[in-house]
């Protein structure tokens, strides 16, 4: 795939899925190797958290990337005031504090820069956790489209030579040696408007905006008040997510009749945009989760080097 950067900046806000906090994101091209990143503009001398895996914090229902901060500061070691008049001078040394900047829900917005072929990209946000738009790709797409692209330099393509797998129980994601780029995802729920689903998406072949943007987040309509008691999905609603329960679907209609899928593959592109590139490879997922996504992320990356 030809690498980008963005032709102009863009700025989108809205809730965040999880924390339920109102955020404004705003993407501004990056020099070529400058690769992917997030700015939290909100805090304290503006700290960067880059998009690659090493920087995966939590993958629980979202995947959410952690930048430590280490400051020093100096510290006045001396004596109490009062014994300050025949005290020696006083000792004052360096100590080193440390925090962290966190963003959460990071996937659809980097997998709509991947999809696109943006490979250097500052994002600067002003809260903890990217806007969640529509709960799909598609509005973070045709910002990109708005602003166009140029083109950057195309870094060389790491080609996948051996088979590379994660698995847990009979979920798995696995790497395949192929001549393209291709992504294929199935799952199954034993609700019946879901069900057993695949999709497979080659970027040769189809447009990631046609093809997987649009797909929304979705969400099972029995496992809302458990999430909720959890702390998670306060900003989710009827406008941002599918929602299904055993009678089918409580905010149709789909924009594709396997729109769960879809954004399955959706959110792997995103996960595994985490390595900078994407390798030349076949990638294969099954009932897999943003753990197992970044599992493999990890595995790929010690093998890119």
């Not at 020696?88 to 917005?109: D, I």
């Not at 599918?242 to 592109?269: A, I």
């Not at 030349?280 to 996504?293: D, E, Q």
Request: hydrophobic share 45%; with cysteine.
């Amino acid at each position: 795939m030809a690498k980008y950067t963005l032709g102009g900046i863009f700025e989108r806000a809205g809730v965040g899925l999880h924390s339920g906090i109102v955020t404004k994101v705003r993407v501004l091209p990056a020099s070529a190797g400058e690769g992917r990143y997030f700015v939290r503009v909100d805090l304290p001398e503006s700290p960067i958290i880059p998009a690659r895996v090493e920087a995966v914090h939590e993958t629980r229902l979202s995947t959410e990337l952690r930048s430590l901060i280490t400051r020093d500061s100096e510290v006045d070691n001396s004596v109490s005031k009062a014994a300050e008049s025949t005290a020696k001078p006083a000792n004052v040394f360096a100590a080193s504090t440390q925090s962290e900047a966190r963003v959460r829900t990071v996937e659809h917005l980097l997998a709509a820069l991947a999809g696109s072929g943006v490979n250097d990209a500052r994002i600067e946000i002003d809260g903890p956790e990217v806007p969640l738009l529509d709960g799909s790709a598609k509005l973070w797409v045709e910002a990109i489209q708005e602003v166009g692209l140029e083109a950057s330099v195309t870094p060389s393509a790491f080609v996948l030579e051996k088979p590379v797998w994660v698995y847990q129980g009979d979920a798995f994601v696995a790497a395949l040696p192929a001549p393209t780029l291709r992504f294929t995802y199935g799952i199954d729920f034993d609700l019946p408007a879901i069900g057993n689903q695949w999709h497979s998406f080659s970027p040769e072949q189809e447009t990631f905006a046609d093809a997987i943007a649009p797909a929304r987040t979705f969400g099972l309509a029995h496992q809302i008040e458990h999430l909720r008691q959890a702390g998670l999905i306060k900003g989710g609603s009827l406008d941002n997510a599918l929602v299904c329960g055993d009678s089918g679907w409580l905010n149709p209609p789909l924009r594709f009749s396997n729109e769960p899928v879809r954004h399955k593959l959706l959110d792997l592109v995103g996960d595994l945009s985490l390595l900078g590139t994407f390798p030349v490879a076949h990638f294969l997922a099954y009932k897999a989760s943003h753990h197992l996504h970044i599992q493999l992320a990890q595995e790929l990356a010690r093998q890119m080097g």
